[in-house]
Each structure stands twice: as C-alpha cells, then as structure tokens.
C-alpha cells in the first residue's frame, strides 16, 4: 500500500513542485517521477513532512506505467521482481489519495501531470468524476501534439491513444470524442504531405473507431508505404500497405484492398531479394524466411496460387543453399567413466543376463529434473529463450520451431518448455548411446546370439501381442549385431500395435468411427497423447518415446521412416542405437521386474 499523507492546496503552493518540474530535461512523467522522488527523500531527511507528503504522492502519480492499448486498466507498475515486488501500483492509492488529489486538481497547470492526476481519478473511480476525465483529455492531446513535433513523437502518439480511448469510454456520441476525432484529422492535415512519422499512428487511431473519410485515408496510408518501400524499410512499407488495404476495405473497394494486400506481400520479396545482395553469412537463409512470410501473407488472398508456388520454389532453392551457411557448435565430454563401467556390468555373464543389464546402465531422463534445467537455463540465459527457434532439416526445411519461453498464452509457453526439454533430453540420449553401443559390442564379444535367444525375451510379453514374438524378437536380434536398419524397420512399427493392444485389453477403445462408417485405428501420434499410455508406462518413460518417436524437437524417427525421410546413414546414427535400446528396455522391464521378484522370494525362502 501508498503511505498515507495529508496536505492542502495551500502546502502544494508553498512547496517547490513546479522549480522540480522546470528542472527535469523532458516534460513527461517518467522524468517527473525521480525528480519527485528525490525531493521526497530530502524533505524526510530534513523532517519537514508536509513537503514530503506532496512530493511522495506526486511521485507515485508520476511512477505508474502509462500503457495505452489498455483501455481499461490504463495503468500498471513500471517494474515487477521475481519475488513479488513491485513499484507504485494503482491499486495502492487509497480514497483519501484521490481525495487529496481532487482538492489539488485546480492548481496544476503543468499538462502532462495534470492529464495523469485526472486519469488517476477517473480510472479509480468513474463515479462523480466526469470533469476530471474531460480535463484529462484536454491534457493528454495538448501533450500529445507538443511531443508529434519532436524525436519523443512516439510518446506523443501514446497521449493521443490515451485521450481518444478516453474520450470513447465518455460516449461516442459524446462532444468530448468529436473534438477528439476533429484534432486527430486537424493534425495530420497540418503535417501531411510530408513523411512525418507519427502519421500512420495517428491515422490508426482513427481506423480503430472507423472514424475519418475512408478514401483519403487510404491514399495517405499508399503515400507512405510508397515511400517506404522506395527507401527499402520493408516493415513500414508493409505496415502502411495493411493500413491503405483496410481503409479501402471500409469503402467497399475490393479491387483496390487486394491491391494493396498483393502489394504488400511482395514487400517480402523485395526484401528477400535485398537481403541476397548484401552478404551476412546467412543471407540464404534470411531470404528463405521472407519468402516464407510472402507466401503465407498470399495465403490470404484469393487468386495467388501461381504465384505462391513460384514464390515456394524459389524458397526451397535457398533453403538448399542455406544449410552451407549454418556453422557447427561442439563441446568435448569425457564419456570414459560412463562407457568403461557400462561394459564392465556386462562382462562374463550369460546373454540372457548380459542383455538384462544392458537394458538397466540406464534409465529414461527424469522429465520432472529436465524441466527445472530448461527453466534455470531460462533463467540463467533469457535472451536465447525469448526468441524463437526454427528446427531445420538436411535440406533446409523449416520442420519445427519453438516459440518464445517468455510470452504467450500458458499453454504456448508450457508447448515452448516441452519442446526444449525434447531438445536437450535428444543430446543426453545421443551421449547414452554412446555406452549402450560399446556395451552391445562388448556382448557381442563374448556371445554369439541368435533368434532362438531372442525369441525367449519376446514370448508371452506383456509389451508383444500374440502372432508378433518373431517380428520382435528379429528386430532386437538386429539391432544386437548392429544392422539397425533392418531393426527399427521392423520395430517402430510395431511399437504403435503394441500400445492399442495394451489399451485394448484395458478396454480402451482405439479407433473412430468416420461419417462414412470407415473406422480408422488411431496412430502413434494420437496414442501417445492418451491419458491410458501415461497411466502404463508412467511420465518418464513416455516422454522418451514421445521425444523419439514423433516429436520434431527431438528424433521424430516414426515419422521419418513413415515417410520415407530417412537415408541409409540415419539408421546408423546414435540416435537409432538409443531407440532400438528404448524398445529392448521396454520389452525387457517386465521380466527383469518379475526375476527380481523372484529372486527376493527365494532368498526369503527358509534353507531345510
């Protein structure tokens, strides 16, 4: 909460609040706030506590955020911590705060203070406070056309956002707001021709109440995207064509709206253009971007589909030149320790225990402590999470991208986390790999497997349905001698039978009913997403799958190989090592659970 204070008019004008004000560089509340601030420390040292009631209550005015575009809640603290703090918050004045506020209204003169105590007011209470809004506005636009003419016009743009935000919450019909609309056409009659600026902004503010006369406006908007696109800053340029594009749309002139739309989707491929003819070790890859957000912007518009596909073609031979353009970042680890005590759990044991231990050197990663290293690395490195990240394949394609940890909704932030966890779970499993593969040749070197071996491990599984033990237990007897192509080819399939007959015998229905009475059996993708799997293998486990099988953020191998996306050496990767391992585990961990079991049972067993 604001302390309390207690002053009258007669000690706001015996106090030095407008000398403060004279003092500060730039006239706006940002600047009032230290200044006022620091007044009020001086006065507490000093003791005299009437002035420093006057300049604390002033600071906390001049303290809160402006935010515009909220009409409603136009006011937040300037700054939040981690820990709950926080600076001045509207909420923290109290009725006598505003009370005192009211009583000193009159004497302020200075506008930019005298459209925030106003707005104060009539944002804490609308009751009773009508005139406090009507002078507000007054303030806010006589502020707002002083800061138009200087390099702070962005600020100004903000004053007028307010006032005519403000205006609209009085009534539209309400002379407030025509003087208001009448001001805003008044200043950009006055500066246009010209290329000032804060004109897009104010013809904006008009748009967004369909004020204003719809075909100037839109011939003012194609000015300014003209001459932006002459200069070659595309993202104005493409602001503005949006503009003209919706201004004609309020005249009902279709042609002239898809014009403008047309015109500035290909702003994306000016700029994708420009951008090849100015070297920056990714050129390729940014002018594939552009290009992208060219063809998704004439998505939009109807009759473009040529154009679109010679746009999509262009960008997939960049995409192709641009994989030359990404460098390699590698970090050296000392996997010794690891591999070494890897093999040593497996040496001079029969086959039938050798591959239950290879089955437990490790263990699925624990998404509760992966999602606490994705939020302190997000922590520790914000940059590298606020922005997103494209997931590029060998041949350039955009296959993924992960949003931003920092904004959106709860949802898109939680999508955002889970894809980084998959990131970073897909290096630790290729560093896991690199044991369970030394640990397999090593098997290899004291065994000499065969179907038969393997055929024991698949037999009455609970994992394997019935008529499926041989394609198991080939695919693991392959993986073992280290053909995994001919492993996870017969594996990976069957992964997705194994779970609808898992659910089957749980009474899970897997399949839907289409319209045309076709049922169709759900896929990988849809059976992973099911509460019952989790239920069955529990979190961990189920994310590794996920992560492996059908995530884009992690090996997505399912899907590849569907597809036919896989090429030889990707089956020779440690990546296909890790998942023949996974579904090994998987068919191994029941019977290791229930030899366990047994074994307990027998050392419980009384000796005769």
């Known amino acids: 909460?604001?302390?309390?204070?207690?002053?009258?008019?007669?000690?706001?004008?015996?106090?030095?609040?407008?000398?403060?004000?004279?003092?500060?560089?730039?006239?706006?509340?940002?600047?009032?706030?230290?200044?006022?601030?620091?007044?009020?420390?001086?006065?507490?040292?000093?003791?005299?506590n009437t002035h420093y009631s006057v300049y604390l209550l002033l600071h906390a005015v001049s303290d809160l955020w402006l935010r515009p575009e909220d009409k409603s809640m136009p006011f937040a603290?300037?700054?939040?911590?981690?820990?709950?703090?926080?600076?001045?918050?509207?909420?923290?004045?109290?009725?006598?705060?505003?009370n005192i506020l009211k009583g000193i209204f009159t004497e302020i003169d200075e506008p930019e203070l005298r459209a925030r105590i106003g707005d104060v007011i009539w944002t804490y209470q609308h009751t009773g406070n009508f005139p406090f809004a009507e002078a507000s506005i007054d303030a806010y636009m006589q502020v707002g056309e002083e800061l138009l003419g200087t390099d702070d016009y962005d600020h100004g743009i903000e004053r007028c956002t307010r006032a005519i935000h403000l205006a609209a919450s009085l009534g539209k019909n309400s002379r407030k707001f025509s003087e208001v609309v009448v001001k805003i056409e008044a200043l950009i009659e006055q500066?246009?021709?010209?290329?000032?600026?804060?004109?897009?902004?104010?013809?904006?503010?008009?748009?967004?109440?369909?004020?204003?006369?719809?075909?100037?406006?839109?011939?003012?908007?194609?000015?300014?995207?003209?001459?932006?696109?002459?200069?070659?800053?595309?993202?104005?340029?493409?602001?503005?064509?949006?503009?003209?594009?919706?201004?004609?749309?309020?005249?009902?002139?279709s042609e002239a709206e898809q014009g403008c739309l047309l015109r500035e989707a290909e702003c994306y491929v000016s700029e994708s253009e420009h951008s090849l003819k100015h070297s920056t070790g990714m050129q390729h890859s940014i002018a594939a971007r552009h290009?992208?957000?060219?063809?998704?912007?004439?998505?939009?518009?109807?009759?473009?589909?040529?154009?679109?596909?010679?746009?999509?073609?262009?960008?997939?031979?960049?995409?192709?030149?641009?994989?030359?353009?990404?460098?390699?970042?590698?970090?050296?680890?000392?996997?010794?320790?690891?591999?070494?005590?890897?093999?040593?759990?497996?040496?001079?044991?029969?086959?039938?225990d050798a591959i239950f231990s290879l089955c437990m050197i490790c263990s699925s990663l624990n998404v509760k402590n992966l999602r606490k290293m994705v939020d302190k690395?997000?922590?520790?490195a914000p940059l590298q999470f606020w922005i997103s990240?494209?997931?590029?394949?060998?041949?350039?394609?955009?296959?993924?991208?992960?949003?931003?940890?920092?904004?959106?909704?709860?949802e898109e932030i939680e999508a955002a986390r889970q894809a980084e966890m998959q990131r970073l779970a897909h290096y630790e499993q290729n560093a896991l790999a690199v044991a369970i593969n030394a640990t397999r040749l090593q098997i290899l070197q004291e065994q000499t497997p065969e179907i038969r071996d393997l055929?024991?491990?698949?037999?009455?599984?609970?994992?394997?349905?019935?008529?499926?033990?041989?394609?198991?237990?080939?695919?693991?007897?392959?993986?073992?001698?280290?053909?995994?192509?001919?492993?996870?080819?017969?594996?990976?399939?069957?992964?997705?039978?194994?779970?609808?007959?898992?659910?089957?015998?749980?009474?899970?229905?897997t399949s839907s009913l289409s319209s045309e009475g076709i049922q169709e059996?759900?896929?990988?993708?849809?059976?992973?997403?099911?509460?019952?799997?989790?239920?069955?293998?529990?979190?961990?486990?189920?994310?590794?799958?996920?992560?492996?099988?059908?995530?884009?953020?992690?090996?997505?191998?399912?899907?590849?190989?569907?597809h036919g996306l896989l090429d030889h050496q990707d089956f020779y990767s440690y990546t296909a090592v890790y998942i023949w391992w996974l579904l090994l585990r998987i068919c191994c961990l029941p019977l290791i659970i229930a030899q366990h079991l047994e074994d307990k049972k027998d050392a419980a067993t009384p000796i005769e």
């Open 291 to 352: 290009l992208q957000s060219a063809i998704e912007a004439l998505r939009r518009i109807p009759g473009t589909d040529i154009r679109r596909e010679e746009l999509y073609r262009r960008m997939l031979e960049l995409q192709a030149n641009s994989r030359d353009e990404l460098g390699r970042i590698s970090q050296e680890v000392d996997l010794t320790p690891m591999v070494e005590q890897a093999i040593l759990s497996v040496q001079g044991k029969s086959l039938h």
């Open 77 to 98: 603290p300037i700054w939040q911590g981690a820990d709950g703090s926080r600076s001045v918050d509207i909420s923290d004045f109290s009725e006598s705060h505003i």
């Open 191 to 253: 500066n246009y021709p010209a290329f000032q600026p804060f004109i897009g902004g104010l013809l904006e503010l008009l748009y967004d109440y369909r004020q204003g006369t719809p075909d100037k406006n839109a011939l003012i908007a194609e000015s300014f995207a003209e001459h932006y696109q002459q200069r070659g800053e595309w993202h104005f340029a493409r602001e503005h064509w949006n503009a003209a594009a919706r201004w004609h749309r309020l005249s009902n002139h």
């Open 377 to 380: 690395m997000a922590m520790e």
């Open 455 to 509: 055929l024991e491990l698949t037999s009455n599984n609970p994992f394997i349905p019935p008529g499926r033990e041989l394609i198991f237990a080939r695919g693991y007897l392959a993986g073992l001698q280290g053909d995994y192509l001919e492993s996870l080819s017969l594996l990976v399939p069957q992964v997705e039978n194994s779970l609808r007959y898992l659910l089957n015998r749980q009474g899970v229905v």
């Open 521 to 562: 059996e759900f896929d990988l993708n849809v059976l992973l997403e099911m509460p019952e799997v989790k239920e069955i293998f529990g979190e961990d486990l189920l994310f590794d799958l996920k992560c492996n099988l059908t995530s884009r953020f992690g090996s997505n191998f399912r899907n590849l190989i569907a």
């Open 1 to 48: 909460m604001l302390e309390e204070v207690n002053f009258t008019r007669d000690d706001l004008a015996s106090s030095r609040w407008r000398e403060i004000i004279a003092s500060c560089d730039k006239k706006t509340c940002d600047r009032f706030s230290r200044a006022f601030y620091e007044a009020a420390r001086r006065e507490k040292e000093t003791g005299d």
């Open 389 to 410: 990240m494209n997931i590029i394949n060998d041949k350039g394609k955009i296959v993924g991208r992960r949003n931003s940890l920092f904004s959106g909704t709860p």
